[in-house]
């Protein structure tokens, strides 16, 4: 059906892709590739945009920079501690979603709110839950006998709230796609096996586990990507500050404080490349693990 | 295992799927559920599993009422329409898995399987997951799954209607004799009669959730207790006239005063002038040439005048349609004895081998002989 590609047809396809090149190719394309070159500057003008030196120095900057091994840190240890539980979390209320209760509609709504609400508005919200004084995190603890814990200003203490936080944000969005997932295991199965004598644990880890995998690998991928990218919860938790003494300071953040409050675009860029290759060698991994898994 | 339904009956909301059900299942029996389809005979099946709780009557395992108990402990195996194999599982792990709930030790699970597949013919296909088996395979997988946790009923829905015309019949075979060699009570679902026929011991009949017969395949055939009965097995159909009982009791007339035959015996006295309709099977009607004298009313030994209309021959048997003055009906003649479209014949029938039944209730007016289970066919009418 379709001709062998000439030069005409060629040219004409490329009329009808102008508009999207132009624009991703403006604002995707071009700073990504920008963006590497200048991590790689190690002297230059950037009111003339001339360049004198290249190098590996930005990114032996960071190799020393303890605000980068900070961040670094602070990075892993969110990603650790948000994805798992968010992931447990979600498939948990997912399956008792799934099930036929009462007020079931009312309850998946519930749970989705956190995903389409600003980011902003629901950090103010949770400030106030944090409070040390008035909290109602601290008024619970209180109830259970447990000193109240300065959240947002002990630096032990901020990264734990942080991830407090994401984990519930996280969660409407991971539920959704587990609810979806679990719509795709047919009846049947659950029903095959009650006959086969399995009971509902045997039942989950048999049969709705195993054929939920797919759902679960797709959010774990998209849940880690999130996690390492995590910026405006930062920021709006802790007010335009990555927390007392810098203890919620995120790769993103980092990147964020070079770029715009310090102006080092070019360690900013170092940075946003070792991000991008975290995240792209975590993924690699996990399509490996997760091929493994799927393979008939 | 002795299956006894009583009363039996389930409601959705308002749609009653099965209406006070009655039956009993004796141990060892192949009995199919069969009826059009929403007659209720897939509920009556996940009732029997306990995937469904009945809101009335009783169903009793060897006599112990198991209404509450759950699927889990009915010791019952299913196949499944769709089989319902794990599909992430091989097909020795499918077959394994009730075993390892059972946490039946690995290596006397292993020699359970196998003898399974053996029974099933499957030995070679054990390491293949289900999306790499044909559909065959696949219920012989889930027979086996089925059975190797050695229930006490078998159940199994639409057997064979996911099969290809071919596989069907092989798949029938195999069925019997799986089920016949391991001795198990079983009960199946179809809507197809001609899979019931040849599969079933018995066949429960329903209709709108209710029974409607339940007795051997030919005893069914050949002694229809309703109307419903006799229209729904039989291919090609019965032929259905109206008629009324003739002066003196003793002789049917078709609609226009045409004398049929002698009522049968075994019916109960019918005054003159009451209407019936009759049933003819396309089998039962003989053939012969126009020309013979027609019929001596006194005798009322009628025969029917009518012409060939369509002839359609499917191979050993041809079935003509033929025009009478009772309207049209369906005869099946021998492909050499059939005549040709647009030949004059006349029909006769034997008294024994009409079906009356009532015009409004659909009831057989022939009496019907209560059916022991495996009772021996009618021998009556043969």
Redesign the interface.
């Not at chain 2, 759950?70 to 009915?74: C, F, I, M, V």
């Given at each position: 059906m379709p001709d062998k590609p000439n030069l005409r047809s060629t040219a004409k396809a490329f009329v009808y892709l102008a508009p999207a090149l132009l624009v991703l190719g403006t604002f995707t394309i071009y700073p990504i590739v920008e963006s590497f070159l200048l991590s790689f500057y190690t002297d230059y003008d950037y009111f003339h945009d001339r360049v004198y030196r290249l190098g590996f120095d930005n990114y032996l900057y960071l190799l020393k920079d303890p605000e980068f091994h900070l961040a670094l840190r602070n990075t892993a240890v969110f990603v650790i501690g948000v994805v798992p539980i968010s992931i447990a979390l979600s498939l948990g209320i997912a399956l008792m979603l799934y099930r036929p209760i009462p007020l079931r509609s009312f309850f998946r709504t519930v749970y989705f709110l956190p995903t389409v609400t600003s980011v902003v508005a629901v950090a103010v919200v949770w400030r106030w839950i944090f409070h040390s004084d008035y909290g109602l995190l601290n008024f619970g603890l209180g109830l259970l006998g447990i000193q109240p814990v300065r959240w947002l200003t002990d630096p032990r203490w901020a990264l734990p709230a942080l991830i407090l936080f994401a984990i519930w944000k996280s969660l409407g969005y991971n539920i959704v796609l587990f609810l979806a997932g679990l719509s795709n295991i047919p009846e049947t199965y659950h029903l095959a096996a009650r006959l086969d004598r399995a009971g509902p644990w045997r039942r989950f880890w048999s049969i709705t586990f195993p054929l939920l995998w797919p759902t679960t690998f797709f959010v774990s991928i998209v849940s880690i990507i999130g996690a390492f990218k995590v910026f405006d919860e930062v920021y709006a938790l802790f007010g335009g500050s990555p927390g007392p003494l810098s203890s919620a300071l995120t790769l993103v953040y980092y990147i964020f404080v070079k770029f715009y409050r310090e102006q080092d675009y070019a360690v900013a860029s170092a940075a946003a490349y070792v991000l991008f290759l975290i995240t792209f060698l975590l993924t690699v991994i996990q399509l490996w693990i997760g091929r493994k898994r799927t393979a008939v | 295992m002795r299956v006894e339904l009583e009363g039996l009956s389930m409601r959705f909301g308002d749609v009653t799927a099965v209406d006070r059900l009655d039956a009993v299942i004796e141990s060892g029996e192949l009995v199919a559920l069969l009826g059009p389809s929403g007659c209720g005979k897939t509920t009556t099946l996940f009732l029997l599993?306990g995937?469904y709780r009945p809101t009335a009557g009783v169903i009793r395992f060897d006599g112990a009422v198991v209404n509450d108990v759950?699927?889990?402990?009915?010791e019952?195996?299913?196949v499944?329409q769709?089989y319902?194999l794990?599909?992430?599982m091989t097909a020795f792990d499918n077959i394994a898995?009730?075993l390892k709930?059972?946490k039946i030790p690995k290596n006397r699970r292993r020699e359970m399987v196998l003898e399974m597949a053996r029974l099933v013919r499957i030995e070679s296909l054990l390491e293949r997951?289900p999306?790499?088996l044909s559909g065959g395979q696949q219920q012989r997988v889930a027979i086996a799954?089925?059975l190797v946790?050695r229930p006490k009923l078998l159940l199994l829905d639409e057997p064979l209607s996911n099969l290809d015309a071919r596989l069907r019949l092989e798949m029938r075979e195999e069925i019997r004799r799986i089920v016949s060699n391991v001795g198990i009570t079983t009960v199946f679902v179809t809507h197809d009669q001609e899979e019931a026929m040849s599969l079933a011991d018995r066949i429960l009949l329903m209709r709108e959730g209710r029974k409607v017969q339940c007795d051997a395949p030919d005893m069914l055939y050949l002694r229809p207790a309703h109307r419903f009965v006799a229209e729904f097995l039989g291919n090609p159909p019965i032929n259905l006239l109206s008629a009324r009982v003739g002066a003196g009791g003793r002789c049917l007339l078709l609609n226009g005063g045409t004398p049929l035959t002698d009522l049968p015996e075994d019916i109960e006295p019918l005054p003159p002038e009451t209407p019936v309709v009759v049933g003819i099977r396309p089998e039962d009607f003989r053939l012969e040439a126009a020309g013979v004298a027609l019929g001596d009313p006194s005798a009322c030994r009628g025969k029917i005048a009518g012409r060939v209309a369509v002839r359609e021959t499917t191979g050993r048997e041809t079935l003509l349609r033929v025009e009478t003055c009772a309207g049209a009906v369906r005869v099946l003649a021998p492909t050499g004895k059939a005549p040709h479209p647009g030949t004059a014949v006349v029909l006769t029938v034997e008294p024994s081998a009409l079906h009356l039944f009532h015009p409004e209730t659909g009831e057989s007016l022939r009496k019907i002989p209560q059916g022991l289970p495996k009772a021996a066919s009618g021998v009556q009418l043969a």
């Open positions: - | 599993a995937l759950p699927p889990e402990r009915r019952i195996g299913m499944f769709n319902a794990y599909p992430h898995f009730p709930v059972q997951k999306a790499q799954r089925a946790k």
